[in-house]
């Protein structure tokens, strides 16, 4: 992908890097540990920011 459209696409981001599979690994064992145990129904997106309702 061209340094470019990397670029914008960064720029979009609120938190001004982009995700590593570390961030969303500790999502799922955020979820799937004593912690994420009366969490029902809801949706959890790991995404800097960047998709907000």
């Known amino acids: ?3 470019e459209h990397l670029d914008l ?3 979009r981001i609120p938190l001004g890097r982009f ?3 570390r961030d969303v690994t500790r ?4 979820l799937l540990g004593d ?4 969490y029902t129904g809801q949706t959890l997106s790991p995404n ?3 998709v907000m309702p």
Request: charge should be negative.
């Open 1 to 3: 992908m061209p340094k």
């Open 48 to 50: 800097g920011g960047d």
């Open 35 to 38: 912690d994420g145990s009366y």
């Open 19 to 21: 995700s590593t599979p």
């Open 9 to 11: 696409q960064l720029e």
């Open 27 to 30: 999502t799922y064992l955020f």
